[in-house]
């Protein structure tokens, strides 16, 4: 009886989750391991659409002669880089009409015309027709002739499908683009952008962790950047950086605090003198990141908060009782107690700002030196079609990603063992 | 040491109150205010002395008139002095004084002895400098995007700083980039598709979330664990990773461009969420309700429809608004799937508008606002309910 009971429950468990499970592995786990095969892969856009036979049917009334029609087929192969082979070809005509002259490589039965083709090369053209003879003499509908629908059929290679593999698509990305480049421009964008929202998460949770009239309300307010959709806030962003007519610029200039406009997305480097040091500030990574921290550091700010309304009240009173100082109560209680919400927050912030391509892709396009690895699929796969070194690009995230996962859970496990 | 607090503690406090009166003169600069310098100087200067000042006579005379006399020579100095400047922006300084000299009252003589006077004067500062300058940064854009959509392509290009809106003009010259784009760029058909795919997305999640939910919280069975932990990863995933497979695929297939291939890939994406979300709901539910209802016969279809379901609706629908959101605000995917302007999604409009050089940036904020105004609605109006749901780590971005 239990078993029986146990299998049924077993049975359930697996029809409610199939659909699910189906729908992620086929969207999710499918494209993943397909990224492999196609980073191995030759490919390029225009090589996606499966090449196939296509037939345009003209129909034409021959001059001097009532009683005959022509019909024209302008015959083609879709595809421009691959043959078709066994093209085949069917076509249905009205029971008053015979054909006169026939292909040789076609047959004529019960009204219907069937052809063989052959193979059909790349690029190939054909304009292909026949003669009937009116049996009836009645009036042929042209229209109504030609919304019968020739249909072809041809077998034709899937490039995605066949075995030939290189390794040009890595040794591209790996050795040419300025990889190097590449890898520390996402490096800056990720780490500089997750360090950044976890501090102000840190002062924004502090403060509302605080009680004052409409806390509430600045609550939200915190965290409107964050749930507004990313293509309104970049163009807001771009219109208010602009250097032309953007409000920050003629701000800046109206007080005097600048002479000549800015472009903050536009420019790679500046020029920055800090005590009597000079150097080059990547300028539009910089306003890139400033953006980042911007949009994200709501979500450090929440799960904070929710941790600092979790401390006990009495490690406060506690503190007050022996006269620590309120820097004290920040380094030696407040601070600990959030460093396990922050070393989660690092890392999901790390690895979903490692990824981030709409916020960089919307500001700069990933121009003046903003170019970072997920735009860089985008660029190799769309801009300059090589779908397959797009997707080496890919996997290259994915095995960093890995890597960084490996050695960050492996610092926290030591981390913890000290503890 | 106590003339020492205070100093620290004028300081302190007339940073705040050049913040405070800073952002004050670049709101007023964006009305049409000839401001051309801020005066960090001498505002400085004034804050301090008047904090000073204000604690050192604190108990010779009465609060409200010490209010008076410090605002007023500050406004004298800052306001008629310096510059002439009309009378709306005095009087908006008089308030922000007068509020700031309502958070100074706390710190009195007394206050000064204290051992930790400076550090909680500093942390108690630098809360409400934060919040102020947090609100400013954050509501600034939005102030922006929405001032922008009411504006004409010249008065953008004449003068950037002019946010004041004409409300004398009419309503159908105010509200001229939104009919333009509603009837020059089809936005109405861009919401269509958009509400369509956001509501699509989370009826289909809901539908194979919640009994994958379910499995999950409560019945045995072999791979549970397993997929409970694989949830986790794969919501953690890179979507850009997806996006060439996809590609790829969805063309041979046919599903570009089609409202059916974004509904798949959007479900694909948010059952994660969605299902980690339920099943933690799932498990504080007392199981002695379904026990009662096994004896009954009922089937675990039953279960879930007559048990599971009424029991969890503000699970279910704080679920439900996140998925809209995340469907609504989503772009990776429909900038590389649609390249059809009669299947394009709000975002994905917006975005093909900005292509165009000669697109005037009125319009482009005009779709902006129609983009944000229903999420912010939707945010707002159930904060509560989102933001436990927020911290439970759901929101991907």
Not at chain 1, 94 to 112: F, G, I, S, V
Not at chain 2, 167 to 187: A, P
Not at chain 2, 335 to 340: A, E, G, K, R, S
Request: proline content about 4%; glycine content about 4%.
């Amino acid at each position: 009886m239990k078993d029986n009971l146990s299998y049924t429950e077993k049975r359930t468990a697996y029809i409610l989750t199939l659909p699910a499970v189906c729908l992620v592995f086929a969207i999710i786990l499918f494209p993943i391991f397909a990224n492999i095969w196609i980073s191995f892969k030759e490919v390029e856009l225009k090589d996606i659409r499966i090449p196939e036979p296509r037939a345009k049917k003209i129909v034409k009334t021959v001059s001097g002669d009532e009683n005959k029609i022509k019909i024209l087929y302008k015959l083609r192969n879709s595809s421009l880089l691959q043959e078709i082979r066994k093209v085949k070809f069917e076509d249905k005509y009205p029971k008053n009409l015979k054909p006169l002259d026939l292909d040789q490589r076609c047959t004529y039965k019960k009204n219907k015309i069937n052809c063989d083709f052959g193979t059909w090369p790349a690029k190939y053209k054909e304009n292909f027709q026949i003669l009937f003879k009116i049996t009836d003499n009645s009036v042929i509908n042209k229209k109504e002739l030609k919304s019968i629908k020739p249909k072809l059929d041809g077998d034709s290679d899937n490039i995605l499908l066949n075995a030939n593999f290189t390794l040009k698509n890595f040794k591209k990305v790996i050795f040419e683009n300025e990889f190097l480049d590449l890898l520390l421009t996402t490096f800056y964008y990720t780490f500089f952008g997750t360090i950044g929202s976890i501090i102000f998460g840190i002062l924004t949770a502090q403060m509302v962790n605080q009680k004052f009239y409409g806390r509430t309300f600045m609550r939200s307010v915190l965290l409107f950047p964050y749930v507004a959709p990313v293509v309104a806030l970049a163009y807001t962003w771009e219109l208010l950086l602009d250097p032309n007519s953007g409000t920050l610029n003629s701000l800046l200039i109206n007080y005097q605090i600048i002479e000549t406009p800015i472009n903050l997305l536009g420019q790679k480097y500046i020029d920055i003198n800090i005590l009597g040091i000079d150097f080059k500030l990547r300028l539009a990574l910089t306003t890139v990141i400033i953006f980042e921290i911007w949009r994200y550091f709501p979500l450090a700010f929440l799960f904070i908060l929710a941790r600092l309304q979790a401390i006990p009240k009495e490690l406060y009173e506690a503190a007050d009782v022996d006269g620590a100082s309120p820097f004290q109560k920040f380094f030696k209680i407040t601070l600990p107690q959030i460093t396990a919400v922050i070393s989660i927050l690092f890392m999901i912030r790390f690895i979903w700002n490692f990824n981030k391509f709409e916020d960089v892709f919307l500001l700069t396009g990933g121009a003046s030196g903003t170019r970072t690895l997920p735009i860089n699929v985008y660029q190799q796969g769309f801009a300059i079609s090589d779908i397959g070194t797009g997707s080496a690009v890919s996997i290259v995230i994915v095995i960093l990603l890995l890597l960084f996962m490996f050695f960050y859970f492996k610092l926290l496990g030591r981390k913890v063992d000290e503890n | 040491m106590k003339i020492k607090n205070i100093i620290i503690f004028s300081i302190i406090s007339s940073l705040l109150l050049l913040s405070l009166i800073s952002i004050w003169k670049i709101l007023s600069t964006l009305q049409g205010v000839k401001l051309d310098n801020l005066n960090f100087q001498i505002l400085f200067i004034l804050g301090f002395l008047v904090t000073f000042l204000n604690v050192i006579i604190e108990k010779k005379i009465n609060f409200l008139i010490r209010l008076f006399i410090f605002s007023f020579i500050f406004i004298f100095i800052d306001g008629y002095l310096i510059q002439n400047l009309p009378f709306w922006y005095n009087f908006g300084s008089f308030l922000i004084i007068c509020l700031f000299f309502n958070k100074l009252k706390k710190y009195n003589n007394d206050f000064f002895i204290n051992e930790h006077s400076t550090q909680t004067i500093i942390f108690d500062f630098l809360t409400l400098f934060g919040i102020v300058l947090f609100s400013f940064v954050i509501l600034f854009p939005f102030y922006m995007m929405l001032v922008t959509s009411f504006k004409t392509q010249i008065a953008l290009l004449v003068n950037p700083l002019d946010f004041s809106i004409n409300f004398n003009q009419d309503i159908k010259e105010l509200f001229k980039s939104y009919f333009v784009i509603f009837k020059s760029y089809k936005f109405g058909k861009y919401i269509l598709t958009s509400t369509i795919v956001s509501l699509g997305t989370v009826l289909i999640t809901l539908l194979f979330a919640i009994p994958a939910a379910y499995a999950i919280a409560r019945l045995n069975f072999f791979g549970k664990s397993f997929m409970s932990t694989s949830i986790l990863i794969i919501y953690m995933f890179p979507a850009i990773v997806l996006v060439i497979p996809l590609y790829t695929v969805f063309s041979q297939l046919g599903l570009r461009n089609s409202i059916f291939g974004l509904l798949i890939v959007y479900t694909a994406t948010t059952l994660p969420v969605a299902i980690y979300m339920l099943q933690g709901y799932f498990k504080s539910i007392p199981k002695e309700l379904e026990e009662a209802a096994i004896l009954d016969k009922l089937s675990w279809f039953g279960i879930i429809i007559k048990i599971i379901l009424p029991l969890s609706i503000p699970a279910i629908s704080s679920v439900a608004l996140y998925v809209f959101m995340i469907a609504w605000n989503e772009f990776l995917f429909s900038l590389m799937f649609l390249d059809n302007p009669n299947s394009f999604t709000l975002s994905r409009a917006i975005q093909y508008l900005s292509g165009d050089a000669e697109t005037p940036r009125q319009y482009l904020m005009a779709g902006s606002v129609i983009v944000t105004l229903p999420v912010l609605f939707i945010f707002v109006y159930f904060e509560k309910y989102l933001v436990s749901g927020l911290t439970a780590g759901s929101v991907k971005g």
